[in-house]
């Protein structure tokens, strides 16, 4: 097992001390979903929520969070973001809608907390906007696909694709 970064010797927490590692280019995916009511699906996909564009809105908070995840996480790094994108596929036959998250920086760390930051706050912003009409919503499944770049080099979730 790799040993845990965010401690010293002693057992206290620290911030990891980056300057002297390379500038690389680095990259994550990760993934979420949030299950709802069959109407509350439909109405979003008509844009027939009271709130607006939902996916709109939950895509734009989604790539505001990425780039403030230094704010949020405690420990982690400001990073000079290149690229957020985010997508989010309607999975009607399961009630859910399914968000991806890519995120790229050429940086000395990587960008996996960003990317599961951006995912978490465009569940959370779906379920802030769609609560109204239904409290029964439910994230979940918010995990790292894949990330590239640094000394780790490539991780893969095994049985997905990044």
């Not at 690389?24 to 709802?36: D, L």
């Amino acid at each position: 097992m790799e040993e845990l970064t965010h401690f010293d010797q002693e057992g206290k927490v620290r911030m990891v001390d980056v300057s002297d590692k390379p500038v690389t280019q680095r990259e994550a995916v990760a993934r979420g979903s949030i299950s709802m009511q069959a109407q509350t699906l439909q109405k979003i996909q008509q844009m027939e929520m009271a709130k607006g564009d939902v996916l709109g809105v939950a895509k734009l908070a989604g790539i505001m969070a990425a780039k403030r995840t230094w704010e949020l996480i405690p420990l982690c790094h400001p990073l000079p973001i290149g690229v957020v994108e985010l997508s989010f596929s309607p999975r009607p036959e399961q009630n859910r809608i399914d968000i991806e998250s890519r995120v790229q920086v050429a940086g000395k760390t990587g960008v996996e907390m960003e990317a599961l930051t951006a995912v978490a706050v465009a569940a959370l912003t779906i379920y802030d906007m769609c609560k109204a009409v239904d409290r029964t919503m439910c994230i979940g499944d918010i995990r790292l696909v894949k990330k590239s770049g640094g000394r780790s080099g490539t991780f893969l979730r095994p049985g997905e694709e990044g």
